[in-house]
């Protein structure tokens, strides 16, 4: 049971360039979300999905695309990548009860130079 | 809007000196808090989640526990490898499903 993946682990790009981040779970979650890690912050919610073909924004939504064609996918679009957009993402999934609450991906470490 | 105050914003302790992490919310209609360890380089990992006041839940060294303002973490008799980073969220009954995280709390344990 692998959990919930993400690719790619590190990422370097460059200002305007364009990069999708990949998450998968294979435990059959119908939730799943995005979020990002900078120093002196909390996590924040950036996308999130409810099932698929249902997606919607959260705290920080903006220079990012969702999609959900798949229960077990959840990629993350950056359209034109931005310095502001260096961080650490993490993907998540959950069952409806919250009782083993979300199980998160281990990250991709972003740089935008 | 969701609110998570986590204090101290760092904790050095001896091994075997119990204490505890404060985690301060306010919500709209809480659907249950969340306590995660996080390690460098890696993502959350899930500790408890808790859902009414005078709720509690343990698991080796660590309790959790919740009031209508405020969750406790508390450490007993540590380990070295206790020491990281603890997360505190919150899940709320409106608006987007997702978290909201306090900035979270860096533990150190020394031998």
């Known amino acids: 049971n692998a959990g919930v993946t993400q690719t790619p682990k590190f990422q370097v790009l460059k200002t305007g360039q364009s990069m999708t981040l990949q998450c998968a779970q294979d435990m059959n979650h119908e939730y799943m979300s995005w979020y990002r890690q900078d120093p002196g912050m909390g996590l924040r919610l950036i996308h999130y999905?409810?099932?698929?073909?249902?997606?919607d924004q959260g705290e920080v939504p903006n220079g990012y695309n969702v999609s959900r064609s798949t229960t077990e996918d959840f990629p993350l679009r950056l359209l034109s990548a931005a310095p502001s957009q260096t961080s650490v993402y993490f993907c998540a999934s959950r069952d409806p009860g919250l009782q083993e609450g979300y199980t998160f991906g281990s990250g991709t470490r972003l740089t935008v130079v | 809007e969701d609110q998570v105050t986590q204090s101290p914003e760092a904790l050095r302790l001896q091994e075997g000196e119990s204490s505890s992490l404060n985690c301060s919310y306010t919500?709209?209609?809480?659907?249950?808090l969340f306590w995660y360890r996080q390690d460098p380089g890696k993502g959350p990992e899930f500790l408890f989640t808790l859902y009414s006041a005078g709720e509690e839940k343990e698991k080796e060294r660590l309790k959790a526990t919740l009031t209508k303002k405020e969750s406790f973490l508390h450490i007993t008799a540590p380990k070295p490898e206790d020491s990281a980073t603890y997360l505190c969220a919150v899940h709320s009954g409106g608006g987007a499903d997702g978290l909201t995280f306090g900035k979270g709390t860096h533990l150190i344990i020394q031998p």
């Open positions: 999905s409810v099932g698929a073909g249902i997606t």
């Open positions: 919500v709209s209609g809480l659907r249950g």
